[in-house]
């Protein structure tokens, strides 16, 4: 079957207090099943996960930071109050965040918000997820599934893609233990991100710039079977592992 | 504009010596600007990148790495064989191939292969991707994008995704540099990798079992403007640098 992705258009700029749930479904016909992808930052913003630079008063620790990787100190403090580890802080800070995510800065946005204010990922996406299906059942009656997606880049690879920081509705990853290839063969790969991969598809339809559109709607995706373990422990990573030994 | 994923169903079982853009081209109707992604495993297959295990001699060094790591002391021979560069060996072979792309055991591919057999990357994988693109021309006039996906994992997160190998028709990344927000800013986020998002959105659609769905058209996507440099050197990754000192 053919999967429709779907740009959610003439969304008005979002402000703190908006009902954005109410602003998407007013600009397309949400169908039953459908996979709503929104931008981190829109939904930030309407939830009012704001910071003014102005007001913050960055700690010794920011102001070293700040000094190695040439960022603002009240930058970097706001990014080590959202983290719960540095992984690194040189050439960029690399932090995890309490809900499991990775990333650079913390995920904090400077982009489409008004001057001196930053946009901070919502201290817990997966409720915010959730938040956001209910509140489209409740405005359209549609049983639906929702993905999170910020902008991160990755190892290896040069350039950004989308991802998923918090679901409701599916499992993340798609689980293929057990199961046989064409010759009945069990199979080495085993689980597939794959709210990663629709929220890289959504990210490249949002588009980064003055494009405007901070929602998908991903049409037709089959149901999967899995689970929601999409983050890695500490312990497990052997990426964060090595990198935390190597902080220059 | 509404983007299509269309599965390509009703492609045979691959065999060496096949033509698998006719395969492609007799199953669906391929349209202008179409974006064809082709499982990096099936091309490979009709072009006979296929090593017999019972074939290969395994080195000293690949006996102690597959000690380590658990595997079939061939199987590392023939990692060792792609690789041009071993990145770690424990808890798993991670490496870098001469076309830039790092992943675990060289991107070896066990499944979808009849016993003994293993199928490895194409060598060339931007030729095979451009071949594919004119032999679709050939056979139907019309002119398309082709990206070369493979099942890759990552860093911080569980789970593999789709990411491109090779490409033609089209950028790797779109680049923003430059370019400004809704507010006029000029963005932070600037390279975004469109090719790996379009194919994980794509492996999502092939899946890894035995579904046998190798290929898959993204219709309606948009085209835009970039670069190719879609790899990290050696030197620029600080994820390979940190893994490198502390193989274990």
Redesign the interface.
């Known amino acids: 079957?053919?999967?429709?992705?779907?740009?959610v258009e003439g969304i008005p700029?979002v402000q703190p207090g908006d009902n954005l749930p109410a602003f998407i479904a007013d600009c397309l016909s949400i169908e039953e099943n459908d996979i709503l992808c929104v931008a981190t930052s829109a939904y930030s913003k309407s939830k009012g996960y704001l910071r003014n630079l102005a007001e913050i008063i960055p700690s010794k620790r920011a102001d070293e930071i700040a000094e190695k990787c040439g960022e603002d100190p009240r930058f970097i403090q706001a990014v080590l109050d959202e983290a719960d580890d540095i992984i690194?802080d040189y050439?960029f800070i690399l932090c995890?965040l309490p809900h499991g995510?990775?990333g650079v800065r913390a995920g904090i946005?400077?982009?489409?918000?008004?001057?001196g204010r930053i946009i901070v990922l919502p201290p817990k996406p997966m409720e915010a997820a959730a938040e956001i299906r209910e509140e489209i059942t409740k405005i359209t009656g549609k049983n639906i599934r929702v993905i999170l997606t910020d902008?991160c880049g990755?190892?290896?690879?040069?350039?950004?893609?989308?991802?998923a920081i918090g679901w409701s509705g599916m499992p993340?990853?798609q689980d293929?233990r057990g199961?046989?290839?064409?010759?009945g063969?069990v199979?080495?790969?085993?689980?597939?991100?794959?709210v990663?991969?629709?929220a890289?598809?959504a990210?490249?339809?949002m588009g980064?710039?003055?494009r405007?559109v901070p929602a998908v709607i991903c049409r037709n995706?089959p149901a999967w079977e899995g689970h929601d373990?999409?983050?890695?422990t500490a312990e497990e990573?052997?990426?964060?592992?090595?990198?935390k030994?190597?902080n220059y």
């Open positions: 079957m053919t999967i429709e992705i779907i740009p700029i690194i050439p995890s995510h990775v946005d400077h982009s489409n918000v008004e001057d902008t990755r190892s290896f690879r040069r350039g950004q893609t989308g991802v993340a990853i293929y199961d046989t290839d064409l010759f063969h199979l080495e790969i085993t689980e597939e991100a794959v990663d991969e629709i890289g598809m990210n490249f339809v980064e710039s003055n405007g995706a373990t999409l983050y890695f990573d052997i990426t964060r592992k090595a990198m030994k190597n």
